[in-house]
Each structure stands twice: as C-alpha cells, then as structure tokens.
C-alpha cells in the first residue's frame, strides 16, 4: 500500500517569502500525485496534479511542484507567498490507473502580513 | 471546477442515533463517490468507494453495518452513521469524480456525538 508523508505541519512565513512544503511518497510502481488546498471554512480544492511528462508542474495560483522520482518527492513550491495563501496543503498519490487517493497529514501554512 | 455540496455542514446528534449525510454532485455526473474521515490533525483516511448502482467497496477496518453508503443516483450518495457514539465524532468529506476526470471534494460535514 502507498503512504505520504508531509514533514512540515505547521509553517509561519512573512508575505512575500518563498515557500517550498516537503512531500515523500513511497509505492513501488508508477503513481499520479496531486497538490490540495483548503482555504479556512472551503472545501479541498486542486492545486496541480502530475500524470507524467514534464517533471515540473505549474498549478493555480503561482504554485508549482516538482516530481523527483528518485526522491519519490513532489514538494510544493512558490516564490513569494501572499496572506492569501494561508490555508492546508495536502499532498495525495494514486497508483497509476487507480481510483484511491492516499492523503499525506496535511500541512498548515500561515502567512503573516 | 465543478461542485460537489455536502450537507449539513455541522450536526450533533444524541449517543445512539443514526445521521445521515448527503453529497451531491451538482453539474456533472458522479460515477464514483469517495467518504472520507478526518481526524484532528491527521490524514483524510478513505472509507469507502462507491460506484452509482452497486455496493459500496469498504476499506479494511471500516464498519459496513456501522457506515451505510448509498449511491443511489449518479449525482448523490449518502453516508448513515448508525448508532453513533462519541468515538464516530468526526469531519467526513466526500468526494465526487467522472470516469477519467479528476476528484472534487464536498465541504465536509462536522458529526459531534453527544
């Protein structure tokens, strides 16, 4: 079975400071991974996905993420982060062709004005 | 995107009861129906899959008689806790997809058991 794992749980940065929140993933075949974000009080929504191709993905919002295989890591990037951006982030995997997604603990990330 | 409801959004309920909890896909058709439940501070754990008119497939250590999953239609499903206790207090989500398109996620529903 596949896990996730997402080290940081909480991250308090300033505005404009750059963000990268670390995701390991460990499945011994090909997986999907995916980027989400709840905003206070909103529902999940998706920030990017990667299916295969290009290893970087750009997402909404300025996010991107990059799939290092050898790592089995997709972290989560962006360059300046806005208070906006204060929010949950849960990295999720999927084996290849699947339908489950196993859900990293999620990553609490406060940006302070 | 497209949107999924879930409601209610919070309920309590007495110790021994049964709630239900609705998910909806509003524009498009929900092949498959995902409930998860989250603990504080944890992972959303996956319960079950359901696809519209079969059985829903449990997770392993997930209470079939306990978590009743409905998939009557393809734009609803619906979760009965029966006989809740305190222990069941939990966020459930939802999720909703089309074959071959992403997942979209319901709000989620706050069961506090009293």
């Known amino acids: 079975a596949q896990s996730v794992s997402q080290h940081n749980h909480h991250v308090i940065l300033s505005e404009a400071a750059s963000l990268e929140l670390g995701c390991n993933y460990s499945?011994?075949?090909?997986?999907?991974l995916f980027w989400y974000v709840q905003y206070p009080g909103q529902h999940l929504q998706l920030l990017l996905k990667?299916?295969?191709?290009?290893?970087l993905v750009k997402g909404i919002k300025g996010f991107e993420a990059e799939f290092i295989k050898s790592k089995f890591s997709f972290n989560l990037r962006k360059p300046s982060v806005q208070w906006s951006d204060t929010a949950e982030y849960f990295c999720?995997?999927?084996?290849?062709?699947?339908?489950?997604?196993?859900f990293g603990t999620g990553t609490r990330l406060t940006i302070i004005p | 995107g497209a949107v999924v409801s879930q409601h209610p959004s919070r309920v309590i309920c007495k110790s021994g009861t049964s709630v239900k909890i609705e998910c909806r896909s509003l524009?498009?058709?929900?092949?498959?129906m995902f409930w998860y439940r989250q603990f504080p501070k944890q992972s959303l754990m996956l319960m079950a899959t359901s696809n519209e008119g079969s059985k829903a497939t449990y997770e392993q250590g997930v209470e079939k008689d306990k978590f009743l999953i409905n998939h009557a239609s393809l734009t609803l499903s619906t979760l009965t806790v029966t006989s809740a206790h305190p222990e069941d207090s939990s966020f459930y989500i939802c999720?909703?997809?089309?074959?071959?398109?992403?997942?979209?996620f319901g709000q989620g529903t706050r069961l506090t058991v009293v």
């Open positions: 999720s909703a997809r089309e074959t071959g398109t992403e997942a979209f």
């Open positions: 999720a995997v999927n084996p290849f062709g699947g339908e489950k997604l196993t």
């Open positions: 499945y011994g075949g090909t997986v999907n």
């Open positions: 990667y299916f295969s191709g290009d290893p």
């Open positions: 524009d498009f058709q929900a092949t498959t």
